[in-house]
DNA sequence: TTGAAAGCGCTAACAG
DNA sequence: CTGTTAGCGCTTTCAA
């Protein structure tokens, strides 16, 4: 192969054995200062790697990777994150690595406390984890971190020092790009922000950023610009119909419409039965849903983040970490926000 | 790990050996078919998969991987697709895969066809190859096939049947969501195409089926628009300033501009010279200099087709199957159009 | 603290 | 045609 060092020559170059080699190479400790010191300098000297297939064959184990991610119903944002988990590549598995999925209840604080507690019990070698309760996220950290198990963010992250790395959008820049697709570089007149109602206020809105660079490019290209918003509830598929329904009558020169989840799909049934020439739709996340409207022409563009990619590559990074001892070349990734019209969905 | 079953336990319910059920396992020959017969029975019964780490191990080799591609300038497509060589995951390379580029004049078919007998000559495991000219891929490929080493294409294809995989944007396509990117979806009256002069056809022009896509785009969503053809010197900077000049000075009515090579950036002195406002310039491929006229707003959005994520998956792809012979789960892999515009690019 | 030795599952050379 | 055997480089007891 590559590299020609072995761990027989270190020990024959260090008049030490095999095992104590091992030893150090593996820190745990019964080695003398002495030995250890001459066994670094060697390792160093000859730039030893330790053969990954040996490893493997000998230890037998590979290693376990946990993901933690907010339980997705059918055609959910969450649910294709989910499907990244399938998308890792055959050589990380090659690699012995094996996933095992857990999941949390997105609107309960203390499911997501369970489940880190389950987490913790499964004892895994790495931890992909989307967070969304800001206190508990911490505190789950801190027992990783005392326990060593690296962990690395997808979808959003927490201040934390210690992550490994993060997969994840630029929320700001995502609004501020939505808004050009929205107004396509024009002024406009006015446009509607749907947003869904938040009963409880557990977890900070995860859209806010992406808002924040939304009215920031209006104000800097179309001061002029109106901007209201309206609440829907994502349950209450009637109640959505007559809101939008009121607003427009209320409303008739406002055209464009935006919505900063996933959810735009929601006004499917309302944008069918009110076609207007002209009219710009975006949302955001290629969800099935979504891209049917974007297919039949009800919604103009989605701006799409991967979730599925940002948990197979963070799978796959944590994999290298562990496996490879491999550190990923950037901590923070920021994927592409792809723009996606009738013309180039099909190929997603 | 997770399989269970190891050679050992296949030799002893087949009552051979260790050395003849690997004989059998890699098709060596050397067997008589009654053996032959027990052991695949066994195998298939027990579902047996070999162990990667181990068979690396004592296999010593690894595997190595030609990479066929036009030799690419600074700054170019081509170097940009060369890239994607150093882009393949630390988890492929650490199953054992080295990868060895050639490079061939993609004005020469003469260059390409010694090209071609070098790699025969390296005789690697497998090739990865962008093919230009028709006629001597052909003959190359049939040579790979004859040595029984399996190839992928990338960027562009040839008919035949017996590829591994091909990895590509949708030609066609390409070009219709580039005349929907350029004229923002609206009936206009006149566009203008820039090309590239070529002396000699040697090679079937590449961009012919992207630019069947637009003009159709254009025939269906707007009629009546005129559209103009000129053509350009790559190396004549000059020369192609005035050109678009004189055009200009022609047809002051005329907007938007569209090239269907990776050459836009071409246009952007004379582009900078002439600010008109709401023209729209569209062009292909994330190349340094594109991506800087699309910060300096000369150009308004460039669709990208990664040729380096192209040759790093096709290099994976090929690796998966030499190492662990796994077939890529689709032969044809279109990639996605992305949609560049400054307000994306940053994460791009 | 350290060394010796027995494999992990597979390959390949060699002897029959 | 087939069985035996000696490793590949590393991990992991078990003695010393």
């Known amino acids: 192969m590559e590299n020609k060092v072995t761990i027989n020559d270190i020990a024959r170059l260090t008049g030490l054995s095999k095992g104590t080699v091992d030893r150090v190479l593996h820190k745990r400790g019964e080695v003398s200062k002495k030995s250890y010191e001459k066994v670094m300098k060697v390792i160093e000297e000859l730039g030893y790697k330790p053969n990954v297939f040996a490893s493997l064959l000998a230890g037998g184990k590979g290693c376990q990777i946990a993901v933690v991610l907010p339980s997705g119903e059918k055609g959910s944002y969450w649910e294709l994150a989910e499907s990244g988990i399938a998308k890792v590549g055959a050589d990380v598995e090659a690699l012995g690595v094996r996933t095992q999925l857990f999941t949390y209840d997105q609107y309960k604080p203390e499911s997501f406390h369970q489940t880190c507690t389950e987490v913790l019990e499964a004892a895994p070698d790495g931890v992909v984890l989307a967070p969304l309760f800001k206190e508990e996220t911490s505190q789950f950290v801190l027992d990783l971190e005392e326990k060593g198990i690296p962990y690395v963010f997808v979808d959003s992250r927490l201040e934390s020092e210690h992550y490994l790395a993060y997969f994840g959008m630029p929320m700001y820049q995502s609004g501020y790009l939505c808004a050009d697709q929205l107004t396509g570089g024009f002024a406009i007149g006015s446009v509607l922000i749907v947003r869904v109602r ?111 990619v940002q948990v197979s590559r963070a799978i796959e990074a944590l994999a290298e970490a562990i496996v490879l001892g491999q550190l990923p070349p950037q901590k923070d990734a920021f994927m592409h926000m792809d723009i996606l019209t009738r013309y180039n969905v099909d190929y997603y």
């Open 198 to 308: 938040r009963d409880k206020d557990q977890q900070a809105d995860p859209t806010k950023n992406r808002r924040a660079g939304f009215i920031d490019y209006m104000l800097e290209h179309s001061p002029e610009c109106s901007v209201s918003n309206i609440f829907i509830d994502p349950n209450d598929p009637e109640g959505t119909y007559n809101a939008l329904d009121s607003y427009f009558k209320a409303h008739p020169e406002t055209r464009h419409i935006v919505m900063f989840n996933s959810r735009i799909h929601l006004l499917v049934p309302w944008l069918a039965d009110h076609p207007v020439k002209g009219r710009r739709v975006v949302g955001f996340d290629n969800l099935p849903e979504n891209i049917a409207a974007l297919r039949r022409g009800v919604v103009t563009s989605l701006i799409g983040q991967r979730p599925d």
